[in-house]
């Protein structure tokens, strides 16, 4: 199946702990994207690669780091989890700009205790 | 002031019923806008997208632009169960890698 697939779908951690998430597209796009939506549905982007370069890095703890290791790829990890990490992390991906759309993941949803 | 405003809604409405989403903005800048579906505990997922002002229609859905109003709108035509979802607006600038900005979505629950 083409997609964006991210691992896990689910997540539960303690305060302080560090996690990653992992992001794959195998539709053949040069642009991949990290979105966070709280609670109220609001969509946030963290941070855009394109073909492996860091092209939006929006003002995130440094706490976050994401990695393209190549243009399919894109992971995040998070440093010292705070309870108001908690959320659910999108990844996107799109060709160039995006600006006829994204293809999102299904979610990773992370709850910090 | 949010530079994309939407109703959160929910809306609910009687199958078959036609239904108006909308969007307002205040970035004049904006060229590109697009519709996303949001199934609970999903993606979102693209509907549809057009470029500056005018009509597209894509099936049941009809998407129209007014930038002299910094107005958007999604219609559903003869709308289903299987579109209850949250509806996400969503623009873009053109020129250069610019950030796409999302509307917080409407709840849109469609009763049999």
């Known amino acids: 199946d083409t997609a964006v697939s991210q691992t896990p779908k689910y997540l539960v951690t303690q305060m302080g702990n560090d996690k990653s998430i992992k992001c794959e597209q195998n539709l053949g796009h040069d642009t991949m994207y990290w979105y966070k939506q709280d609670s109220k549905k609001f969509l946030k982007i963290m941070f855009s690669?394109?073909?492996?370069?860091?092209?939006i890095n929006e003002t995130v703890p440094n706490r976050f780091s994401p990695k393209s290791p190549d243009k399919a790829h894109l992971n995040l990890h998070i440093n010292s989890l705070e309870l108001g990490d908690s959320a659910v992390y999108f990844c996107?991906?799109?060709?160039?700009?995006?600006?006829?759309?994204?293809?999102f993941g299904s979610g990773t949803r992370l709850t910090v205790v | 002031q949010k530079e994309v405003e939407q109703d959160p809604g929910p809306l609910s409405v009687p199958e078959g019923a036609i239904v108006s989403l909308n969007c307002t903005y205040s970035n004049s800048a904006f060229q590109y806008f697009m519709w996303y579906r949001q199934y609970s505990r999903k993606g979102p997922e693209l509907l549809m997208y057009?470029?500056?002002?005018g009509n597209k229609e894509d099936g049941r859905f009809t998407a129209q632009v007014d930038k002299s109003s910094k107005y958007i709108s999604l219609f559903i035509r003869d709308s289903q169960p299987s579109d209850s979802a949250t509806y996400l607006c969503a623009m873009s600038h053109s020129g250069g890698y610019q950030k796409v900005t999302f509307g917080t979505g409407t709840k849109l629950q469609v009763i049999p």
């Open positions: 690669y394109n073909n492996k370069e860091l092209i």
């Open positions: 996107a991906s799109s060709q160039g700009k995006g600006a006829h759309g994204y293809t």
């Open positions: 057009t470029y500056s002002s």
